[in-house]
């Protein structure tokens, strides 16, 4: 049992030093922009990004030799999370600039949504290095609640209250069945820690039925976090009638978030029962990577289509979580960060030709951007392409990895199912290619959105881009991450 020491909570402080700042900072920012007019309101925006920035030099300047225990054994660094909260910390600023302009020409620029995402990031961060069942729920929570907040964001808009209502009820339901799960794994394996509830799985445990049991509450609420069908019923509606600039939050760090809750739970606390779980998420994942690539053919809302893809995504994801393999689990964390960073800059494509009075949300109102942006209609294709799984991107190799991961443990027919799928999922990615450059512009108005967003976006693109030409930089850090 742990024993309460100066220097022992001394050292777990220092290790949650990026948590703390980043929370310190979100109050003082909350109270700087009490002061602040309307015509000011970007200096929350300013701040609100150079926090997250500094955090994140933070989070890389701590060293991190193995796995570190801190607070009580409530708080855990480790590789994987100081990469992780890394990639969260610098998705959340690119969020940021992304939406800065988009708020101000809707007459919401607002300092709350700045503070919302700061405290959804902590909490995000708090998972991401959660060593025990109730850090981990209340990480969870804290992110929640302000992703809820977020989605109703533009006080006028009925839909986007619409979509919190529906994302509040149905997040609410999910956030309470984890918890029922968490109360049978405890009541089990008799331990909060998630290296209790390992070796009591290790330890002769694994194949209970009460575990099990709990197990299956646990899936259901990973499933709703990430995604997956079926317990994806809330995606589409809450990324179609979210305002775009909290859509694409919703769409990367949430995600982030989500997959290190599936690691902390499935991969550490309960690998002695992975015969177990692993089963359930081959459901998870057939379905997600099925309905996800079929229904967005049918989608003509881009935010839906791209919805749905994230669906399809999540399941070539829970392909990696499911094999149990080193390999497997180092190929879906390459595949989400991959993911998240494409993601962002598919929404952000969005957000510079919305305007306003008009949301740039339908896949028509890409029609001839070649004419219109040479520029950034290449920029958008290599995001298509990317997502479609084509070489040379990122997203081919992503494919691979997982495909190869399946493969490595006897599961041919999920590689080949996996495969077909991503042919057809290739089909709505590459329509959008065809509108850009074969269709004539409908809209010809002047692209907007600043320097600093023209400039962020370009370089996400074609990071997408140079992290398909040599991949290997990524993995390595994934390989490092998850030995």
Same mark, same amino acid.
């Given at each position: ?115 919302? /995402? ?95 049991? /709990? ?5 259901? /609420? ?122 962002? /800059? ?138």
């Amino acid at each position: 049992m742990n024993t309460f020491s100066v220097d022992s909570f001394t050292a777990g402080l220092v290790l949650a030093r990026p948590e703390m700042f980043v929370g310190l900072c979100a109050c003082t920012i909350l109270l700087i922009d009490l002061l602040l007019v309307d015509a000011q309101r970007y200096w929350t925006g300013v701040l609100s990004v150079a926090t997250l920035l500094v955090a994140a030099l933070f989070v890389v300047v701590q060293p991190v030799p193995s796995r570190m225990l801190a607070l009580g054994g409530l708080f855990e660094l480790d590789p994987m999370a100081q990469v992780l909260k890394v990639v969260t910390l610098v998705t959340v600023a690119v969020v940021f600039i992304y939406s800065t302009d988009y708020l101000r020409r809707r007459s919401i620029l607002k300092g709350e949504y700045y503070v919302l /995402g700061l405290f959804a990031t902590l909490g995000a961060m708090v998972l991401i290095s959660a060593a025990n069942l109730i850090t981990l729920y209340l990480g969870l929570e804290l992110m929640s609640l302000c992703l809820y907040a977020m989605v109703a964001f533009d006080r006028e808009s009925a839909i986007a209250a619409e979509s919190a209502i529906k994302y509040f009820v149905l997040g609410s339901m999910a956030s309470g069945t984890l918890l029922y799960g968490m109360s049978i794994v405890y009541g089990v394996t008799g331990s909060l820690q998630l290296d209790g509830i390992a070796a009591a799985a290790h330890g002769g445990i694994g194949q209970n039925l009460g575990l099990i049991f /709990g197990i299956a509450f646990l899936i259901v /609420g990973i499933g709703f976090k990430l995604g997956a069908v079926p317990f994806h019923m809330w995606i589409p509606d809450v990324y179609e009638g979210s305002p775009t600039s909290v859509t694409v939050f919703i769409g990367t760090a949430s995600k982030l978030a989500a997959f290190a809750l599936a690691m902390r739970l499935l991969t550490e606390g309960l690998a002695g029962s992975q015969a177990d779980w692993s089963q359930m998420l081959v459901v998870l994942a057939v379905l997600s990577i099925a309905i996800g690539n079929v229904v967005a053919v049918a989608q003509t809302n881009l935010k839906r289509m791209l919805a749905y893809s994230t669906i399809s995504h999540v399941g070539y994801i829970l392909l990696g979580i499911l094999s149990g393999t080193a390999q497997g689990y180092q190929a879906a964390m390459f595949y989400m960060v991959s993911y998240v960073i494409v993601s962002s /800059g598919a929404f952000g494509m969005i957000l510079l030709l919305a305007r306003k009075g008009f949301e740039a949300d339908q896949i028509v109102d890409f029609k001839g951007l070649n004419a219109r942006s040479p520029w950034f209609a290449g920029m958008m294709a290599i995001l298509m392409f990317s997502l479609a799984g084509l070489p040379p991107f990122v997203g081919f190799w992503a494919k691979l990895g997982v495909v190869q991961a399946v493969l490595d443990v006897g599961f041919t027919w999920l590689a080949v199912l996996a495969v077909l799928f991503s042919v057809v999922g290739a089909f709505f990615y590459l329509r959008i290619v065809k509108l850009m450059y074969f269709d004539d512009p409908t809209d010809s108005s002047v692209i907007g959105g600043g320097v600093l967003m023209r400039m962020v976006l370009s370089v996400n693109a074609l990071l997408v881009f140079a992290l398909g030409i040599a991949p290997a930089g990524l993995i390595s850090l994934c390989q490092r991450a998850l030995p």
